[in-house]
């Protein structure tokens, strides 16, 4: 017993020994740079700007016959007003009547080019929710320190954004070395299907091999995480979706004798069934990366669990999945979002309908998710049907390239207070559509964001900082001196 107790407690120290050695290696995957030289940029006319063009009501909405071509089309001309040095250097194409394509010619044409997206689509206002705003959402007003509107965040800030930082190192002079591509599509709230993808296949046609490209999809992360200091989060994959239609079917009557199963109950208990049993959690790829950039920054409990994923991932992975939205980086997620049933309180319906969305983690696939989804609902009384728009995760585009350091530096340079780590986008980008362009598809808008701002994205009150909005600017101005600039650090 006591040469078992002996072993025992060796093995404990061992156990321990190994757990601290690699926490205190654990290595730091931060950069220190010097910060990058201020602009001289007038924040409150890009401001104005920018609140001029959210006035423009370029909703996209999932029946293509409520687009309003004018609105687009009064957005174009506006832009081409308000940025002419733009207008008058880079050359603009019109793609599927309403995207844009500018290109900047770079001096050394054995450079690859860098591609920046944005999109000038916004979601529409929940009706009956206008009354709950601040300020009228498409009215481009500027108070207490903010733009307030509809797309303020989404995506408008990044559209106008870049233009003035072009228009602004067009001011002092700057020419690229690389090749510059602004691709603007207009329908990236309802897919991309007309807009990132065709402009994505109009310059696969044409050659173009870009270094990387960049889209929206990630922020600065002021809050929600156990760090001392904000997070800069670029999204280097983006989760898949798939949609299914859950159909249920008994035999209708009248609601005075029900029997034991109704197509609302049988429904309802398929649901519950999905929701309480959902896919796995993994630890892998986008997450094993993210953690390995962070880890290292926590404080030290949390500091050796990352350190130790070989013994403590069941944990970790028990922890962040209480969060919703630390669990939607760990797995495929359920989101039963609609409901139909029943014409009539003392009616059962011989149906019932319900939709179910699914966010796919990169490693499962669509026909994993119909697989999982008749294995746990195992009723035949009820029909699976997947619905338009079903799309697979992306690939993961690699942290070890130079565009991923590139973008590392710019950060460091614009945002010295923040940390920076590679992440996993769980809703959709137009960037997804590039992969033929380029295997570096990245996903970063920079703007500090709390819990509370990032609630206000699709919902009611969007809005940006007037001074987020400047240091956004800063940085896309930095980036394109950095990846179009000359190679020996030249300005």
Not at 414 to 433: I, Y
Request: charged content about 20%.
């Amino acid at each position: 017993m006591r040469r078992i107790i002996v072993l025992l407690c060796l093995g404990i120290a061992a156990l321990v020994a190994a757990i601290a050695v690699r926490t205190l290696v654990f290595p730091s995957r931060q950069i220190a740079v010097s910060p990058a030289p201020p602009l001289n940029i007038d924040r409150d006319a890009a401001a104005r700007r920018l609140a001029d063009a959210l006035k423009f009501k370029t909703v996209s909405n999932q029946d293509p016959a409520q687009l309003d071509p004018a609105a687009f089309k009064a957005l174009h001309t506006y832009l081409a007003e308000r940025f002419p040095r733009v207008h008058a250097n880079l050359t603009r194409e019109t793609v599927s009547d309403f995207s844009l394509l500018y290109r900047w010619a770079g001096k050394d044409p054995a450079r690859q080019p860098i591609l920046l997206l944005a999109h000038l689509d916004v979601v529409p206002v929940e009706p009956g929710t206008e009354k709950d705003w601040t300020h009228p959402p498409f009215g481009g007003v500027i108070a207490d320190g903010f733009v307030w509107g509809r797309g303020a965040l989404d995506d408008k800030a990044s559209l106008l954004g870049t233009l003035e930082a072009v228009e602004f190192l067009l001011a002092q002079g700057f020419q690229p070395d690389a090749t510059v591509y602004l691709a603007f599509g207009h329908d990236e709230e309802v897919g991309g299907d007309d807009g990132a993808m065709k402009i994505a296949e109009l310059l696969e046609a044409r050659g173009v091999q870009a270094e990387f490209a960049l889209d929206e999809g990630g922020l600065i992360l002021g809050d929600g995480l156990d760090l001392p200091r904000p997070v800069a989060v670029v999204g280097t994959a983006e989760k898949g979706s798939v949609t299914l239609a859950l159909t249920a079917r008994t035999h209708g009557g009248h609601s005075s004798v029900p029997p034991d199963d109704t197509a609302v109950s049988v429904l309802a208990a398929a649901i519950t069934r999905l929701v309480n049993r959902q896919m796995p959690r993994h630890f892998r790829g986008v997450t094993d990366d993210l953690f390995a950039y962070l880890g290292p920054e926590m404080p030290l409990p949390q500091r050796a669990a990352f350190a130790n994923l070989w013994l403590f991932a069941p944990l970790v992975e028990w922890a962040l999945s209480a969060n919703p939205a630390t669990n939607a980086m760990l797995r495929t997620t359920t989101a039963p979002t609609m409901l139909d049933a029943g014409v009539k309180e003392n009616v059962l319906p011989s149906a019932a309908r319900a939709v179910v969305n699914f966010r796919i983690l990169p490693g499962d696939t669509v026909q994993d998710v119909i697989d999982h989804t008749r294995h746990v609902v195992a009723d035949e009384r009820i029909e699976i049907a997947t619905l338009p728009g079903a799309r697979e995760p992306t690939a993961e585009s690699p942290v070890d390239a130079p565009p991923f350091a590139q973008l590392q530096r710019t950060v460091a340079e614009v945002f010295p207070e923040a940390l920076f780590a590679p992440h996993l986008t769980v809703g959709g980008t137009d960037v997804r559509s590039y992969s033929a362009v380029t295997p570096n598809l990245y996903r970063f808008l920079p703007i500090v964001a709390g819990d509370a701002d990032r609630a206000r994205v699709h919902g009611t009150d969007e809005r940006i900082g007037v001074d987020a909005y400047a240091r956004a600017i800063a940085f896309t101005t930095r980036l394109i001196q950095n990846a179009a600039g000359k190679r020996d650090g030249a300005r």
